[in-house]
């Protein structure tokens, strides 16, 4: 994407986003290059059973690998908090492998690698009449350990920044550790964690796209695969913006999600409801913070 | 941190009235049963934070129905000294009984031992603290804050633990502040919702680590109302606390702390009129 655009501040995102392609398609020489316009019409507004399957697929892996890693990243977070070194120690080791190696790496390595070694050979499972593959089992398998590294950090940080004085008092009230956590901590840590978790999912939906390497048809490898043989052979053109385009349509969707969750968990915050939240225009296109904004731990 | 942000709700600039009900250990059923005439005993505790030697031999006994004040300097160890009474912190010498029981440790071949958590959790049952910033819990509302323990700690139908926790806010003046999150009430209802908090599980005694200390001037005395009235009904009280009004009015005793030690006890009369101490002499005329 040409970024040649002066101070796009100014423009308005969807005039920049058209000047920009303008731009692009200006500056490029004479080509034998055939655009076929409805290849990205008819992909966008009248997606066929493969898109709409592989945009399935897409948002069902992000949402089931999320889940998975949220799990992890909340024992991630108290396994590295523990008291006890082994957990402690298991926990590092877990989130130093996955945040240290690459995604790419880690789906071959368990699909291929488990695979051929005969360790785990990813036979299809069957779920409610439906027949799971392996390589879909593999790839959200490898995207929720990943994310649950990630996700450790981030619910980690959500725990250290509530006020000390809530555990005390929580356990001053006979709460034990496990009870606190529950019941006073990790409610409270959940607002701090949301808005980091909404990028993690915002890029989980996106990086699914990796799973082509183990041809999971998800949305990306449908558009691929499209290009390569059928009606629509070597569009890539007009297939890759479609493609774009629908990952465009599953990200700001999510950020519409994201942003009422933020509202919502915002009570018993100071300044909330009336100034607290993010405005839907500034989720999506950035901007300004409200002035002053409160964030981190209650209690004043 | 200090002043309510705009817009927040707040309590009338000027002091506020309180009524404080004075039936308010009514509302938990009346003075928890005695299981101990002597409810606190402290023997010889001594506590380090590192190389810091916090409690240096402190020893401290108090009985059933007693209310003691501890002053001293800050970093004299009384705030610390409380926060032992319910194993907040733990000591490295030394024994505290609560209602005749070993807190925070179990005596293994004459040594101490830290109890299980389960067990810790069970005795803070009996231990009501108030501290000095509330630590309310902000996403609960009053009301929520003080049914929580009740139902999640002691099991308590949750229609019950609302009578409860209406009956004990009421006697404190905010009853009609339930529904209100922390956020939105002052300093000084924010402290009473403390505790009702802690009484709302029926504690043997209290604690209080300088519950008025971050309160702006004109919220004190509505704090200290619901305090004295505590004290009248007969709670057994330890309140860490410079407000001499409060323990001329309710102490039946006073502790003064310096460097970890306890340096003179005495009634309140003795303190006021014929402090034995220099350095307790020195400490009140700063503060008086």
């Known amino acids: 994407m040409g970024r040649a655009v002066p101070s796009s501040r100014v423009l308005r995102p969807a005039s920049a986003l058209a000047g920009g392609l303008a731009l692009v398609l200006a500056g490029c020489g004479p080509s034998s290059y055939q655009y076929n316009w409805n290849i990205l019409l008819d992909s966008v507004i009248r997606p066929d059973g493969q898109i709409l399957s592989g945009i399935w697929l897409t948002l069902s892996i992000s949402i089931v690998s999320q889940i998975i890693g949220i799990v992890l990243g909340v024992f991630g977070a108290l396994g590295k908090m523990s008291r006890i070194a082994p957990i402690r120690w298991i926990a590092n080791v877990y989130i130093w492998f996955f945040r240290g190696t690459p995604l790419l790496v880690q789906i071959t390595f368990i699909f291929f690698g488990l695979g051929v070694t005969r360790i785990y050979q990813w036979p299809p499972i069957n779920l409610l009449g439906v027949s799971i593959p392996g390589s879909i089992q593999a790839g959200i398998f490898a995207l929720g350990l990943n994310e649950g590294a990630y996700m450790s950090e981030i619910v980690r940080a959500g725990i250290l920044s509530i006020d000390p004085g809530q555990l005390e008092a929580a356990k001053s009230l006979g709460m034990t550790y496990g009870k606190a956590m529950r019941r006073i901590i990790l409610p409270q840590a959940a607002r701090v964690i949301v808005p980091p978790l909404g990028n993690e999912f915002n890029n989980m939906l996106k990086t699914t796209s990796l799973l082509v390497i183990i041809s999971v048809p998800e949305l990306y490898v449908t558009f691929s695969r499209k290009n390569a043989s059928g009606p629509t052979v070597f569009h890539p053109f007009e297939l890759f913006l479609a493609a774009a385009v629908w990952y465009l349509v599953l990200t700001t969707i999510w950020g519409v999600i994201q942003a009422y969750i933020e509202r919502r968990l915002a009570k018993g915050v100071a300044g909330t409801p009336a100034t607290g939240g993010v405005s839907l225009r500034e989720r999506l296109f950035g901007g300004r913070r409200p002035e002053g904004a409160p964030q981190g731990s209650g209690g004043r | ?288």
């Open chain 2, 1 to 288: 941190m200090a002043g309510a942000p705009k817009g927040l709700h707040r309590a009338a600039g000027v002091a506020e009235m309180v009524k404080v009900g004075d039936d308010l250990l009514a509302a938990i059923g009346g003075l928890p049963a005695a299981t101990s005439p002597l409810v606190v005993e402290a023997e010889g505790i001594h506590k380090w934070f590192g190389r810091q030697h916090a409690l240096k031999g402190v020893s401290l006994t108090v009985r059933r129905q007693e209310v003691v004040v501890v002053i001293g300097p800050s970093g004299s160890g009384k705030t610390t000294f409380i926060r032992c009474v319910n194993h907040l912190e733990k000591i490295e010498e030394g024994r505290i009984k609560v209602n005749g029981h070993l807190i925070g440790y179990q005596e293994v071949d004459g040594r101490l031992k830290e109890d299980r958590e389960k067990n810790i959790a069970l005795q803070r049952r009996e231990i009501g603290m108030v501290f000095q910033r509330f630590n309310l819990f902000p996403h609960k509302t009053a009301l929520e804050n003080v049914t929580e323990a009740p139902i999640q700690v002691r099991g308590i139908r949750e229609d019950e633990a609302k009578a409860l926790g209406m009956a004990i806010l009421a006697r404190v003046g905010l009853a009609h502040r339930a529904d209100a999150y922390p956020v939105q009430l002052s300093g000084g209802q924010q402290q009473r919702v403390a505790i009702a908090r802690a009484l709302a599980m029926k504690p043997a005694l209290m604690l209080f680590d300088e519950p008025t200390s971050a309160l702006d001037p004109e919220m004190i005395g509505e704090v200290l109302e619901v305090m004295k009235e505590l004290a009248r009904e007969g709670m057994t009280m330890i309140v860490v606390s410079h407000e001499m009004g409060f323990a001329r009015e309710v102490a039946d005793r006073m502790v003064m702390m310096d460097d970890g030690r306890i340096l003179e006890e005495g009634t309140p009369e003795h303190f006021f009129e014929n402090p034995q101490q220099e350095r307790t002499q020195a400490f009140l005329s700063k503060i008086l």
